[in-house]
Nanobody, 129 residues
Framework: QLQLVESGGGLVQPGGSLRLSCEASGFTLDYYNIGWFRQAPGKEREGVSC????????MYADSVKGRFTISRDNDKNTVYLQMNSLKPEDTAVYYC??????????????????????WGQGTLVTVSS
């Protein structure tokens, strides 16, 4: 059974940093694109970032470009989201998801729900002074 577990959330002041982790169990992440999504109170879930199975390609939402960095360590079966210069509007529950790679030529599967294989349970990030 594919399971993903997020960790690293918490309370941080504006301008601060957090690193989220997404660890897989029951399967190896090597063959999946991994995406980070978030859902703020009263809002729909939105895509934040995605990384290809090899780690060679990444994509970011405009709202986090230059502040967030996604990376993966396939040996540890873990994907990370380094979040810097956090803003109150980054407050949300953050989820990671495993997505199929399609034909492997692009990160298009990261924004196509048909490729979704598994969700984590989420970790809460609160940015507040």
């Amino acid at each position: 059974q594919l399971q993903l577990v997020e960790s690293g959330g918490g309370l941080v002041q504006p301008g601060g940093s957090l690193r989220l982790s997404c660890e897989a169990s029951g399967f190896t992440l090597d063959y999946y694109n991994i995406g980070w999504f978030r859902q703020a109170p009263g809002k729909e879930r939105e895509g934040v970032s995605c990384i290809s199975s090899s780690g060679g390609s990444t994509m970011y939402a405009d709202s986090v470009k230059g502040r967030f960095t996604i990376s993966r360590d396939n040996d540890k079966n873990t994907v990370y989201l380094q979040m810097n210069s956090l803003k109150p509007e980054d407050t949300a529950v953050y989820y990671c998801a495993a997505l199929g790679v399609g034909d492997g030529s692009s990160l298009a599967p990261c924004v196509d729900s048909r490729y979704l294989e598994a969700w984590g349970q989420g970790t809460l990030v609160t940015v507040s002074s």
